[in-house]
């Protein structure tokens, strides 16, 4: 059974880069796709983006020009990086695996607030 | 952006009772709709996915139907443990886009 854990600081200050990364055990990252999706305080889901193992990536348009996701093969690792923070980027941060067309594993989820 | 409209946005039921959830898409995305569970503190478990496939595991009680715009997840014979906040999310085309959410609360 595949699992997948976030890691990262939980705060991050208004401007900076949040970066967080997805460590997937019992399975190998090689295979499927693997996602980021937030969700704010009180809010809904959003997704943010997806990379499969042939490195090819998605974006959500709202986010693109701040994203970036990535995948380490070799630590068996998917990370997010989001630049240019603001308060409206504070929320649980989930990463999660792509099957066919849903999500069918996700991490626990990790809350990172921007806050000076 | 497909935008997915949930309905209602809280229900109330009781322990036993059957529940319908409703989902709307804007635009037909045939069958690429699933539907997640989601407890506070909790991150979502998927429920069903391509409108009407159960995940593994997933207690037969829950079953969902429907197709191009209009989707509806049904819980027969509610437990305690089925109250939740449910989503749904297409996967027709990106942005992955989620409904808002329908908190299920005990009456």
């Known amino acids: 059974q595949v699992q997948l854990q976030e890691s990262g600081p939980g705060l991050v200050k208004p401007s900076e880069t949040l970066s967080l990364i997805c460590t997937v055990s019992?399975?190998?990252?090689?295979?499927?796709?693997w996602s980021w999706v937030r969700q704010s305080p009180g809010k809904g889901l959003e997704w943010i983006a997806y990379i499969s193992y042939s490195v090819s990536s998605s974006y959500n348009p709202s986010l693109k020009s701040r994203v970036t996701i990535s995948l380490d093969t070799s630590r068996n690792q998917f990370s997010l990086k989001l630049s240019s923070v603001t308060a409206a980027d504070t929320a649980v941060y989930y990463c999660?695996?792509?099957?066919?067309?849903?999500?069918?594993?996700w991490g626990q989820g990790t809350l990172v607030t921007v806050s000076s | 952006d497909i935008q997915m409209t949930q309905s209602p946005s809280s229900l109330f039921a009781s322990v036993g009772d059957r529940v319908t959830i409703s989902c709307r898409a804007s635009q037909n995305i045939n069958s690429y709709l699933n539907w997640y569970q989601q407890k506070p503190g909790k991150a979502p478990k998927l429920l069903i996915y391509a409108a009407s496939s159960l995940q593994s595991g997933v207690p037969s009680r829950f079953s969902g139907s429907g197709s191009e715009t209009d989707f509806t997840l049904t819980i027969i014979s509610l437990q305690p443990e089925d109250f939740a906040t449910y989503y749904c999310?297409?996967?027709?085309?990106?942005?992955?886009?989620f409904g808002q959410g329908t908190k299920l609360e005990i009456k």
């Open positions: 999310q297409q996967s027709y085309s990106t942005p992955v886009t």
């Open positions: 999660a695996r792509v099957k066919g067309t849903y999500f069918d594993s």
């Open positions: 019992g399975g190998s990252i090689s295979t499927y796709f």
